[in-house]
């Protein structure tokens, strides 16, 4: 079963800055089926990019995906405001869904 | 403008099963291949998937909830259903249904408690 590592845990940012979110997995996994989301308090989550690298619909382009193997980045050039708020990794293979445990990003 | 929306009871009282319903709407879920997932997150707490049905209508689940969970499909309601047995206070949740191999959509979720 593969587990995936998010860090840091927190990330205490101001607006505009850059935010840089890791997720390790156990062992190497395809990029075809590494995603991220977005949630904030009260709400469902969103998908924000898909395949690893792959901005879903609507996604501002401040949003990028990279990484391969077992060791993946969310990056958000410039933090909006409607940024902050907790970051999931989540990767599909073997009949099996997997999440992260997820990175706050919070205002400093 | 395809759409989740999940309904059931929200208070479940301890060993009994847990019966929630995902309504899909916008588009049929018999159809484009997609796995139909539920999805569930503790108060506080991280993401935990607990099973999906497909497209075709087999179903997966998360092996530390396989002796309790089933899943299954109303084509005619074009509805997917979770039923989660033997529940205890540790399964106090929002419970989310969603949709595909990366979840492009997500209903607003169900807060679902367990107490006597």
């Known amino acids: 079963e593969i587990v995936l590592t998010q860090s840091p845990g927190t990330q205490s940012l101001s607006p505009g800055e850059r935010a840089t979110l890791s997720c390790r997995a156990s062992?190497?996994?395809?990029?075809?089926?590494l995603a991220w989301y977005q949630q904030k308090p009260g709400q469902a989550p969103r998908l924000l990019i898909y395949g690893a690298s792959r901005r879903a619909t609507g996604i501002p382009d401040r949003f990028s995906g990279s990484g391969s193997g077992t060791d993946f980045t969310l990056s958000i050039s410039r933090l909006e405001p409607e940024d902050f708020a907790v970051y999931y990794c989540?990767?599909?293979?073997?009949?099996?869904?997997?999440f992260g445990q997820g990175t706050k990003v919070e205002i400093k | 403008q395809p759409q989740l929306q999940e309904s059931g009871s929200g208070q479940v009282k301890p060993s009994q099963t847990l019966s929630l319903s995902c309504n899909v709407s916008?588009?049929?879920?018999?159809?484009?291949?997609?796995?139909w997932s539920w999805i569930r997150q503790p108060p506080g707490q991280g993401l935990e998937w607990i099973g999906c049905i497909y497209h075709i209508g087999g179903a997966d689940y998360n092996p530390s909830l396989k002796s309790r969970v089933s899943i299954s499909m109303d084509r005619s309601k074009n509805q997917f259903s979770l039923r989660l047995s033997s529940v205890t206070a540790a399964d106090t949740a929002v419970y989310y249904c969603?949709?595909?191999?990366?979840?492009?959509?997500w209903g607003q979720g169900t807060l679902v408690t367990v107490s006597s």
């Open positions: 916008g588009y049929s879920i018999t159809s484009g291949g997609y796995a």
């Open positions: 062992q190497s996994v395809s990029n075809t089926y």
């Open positions: 969603a949709r595909g191999y990366s979840l492009d959509l």
């Open positions: 989540q990767h599909y293979g073997s009949s099996m869904w997997t």
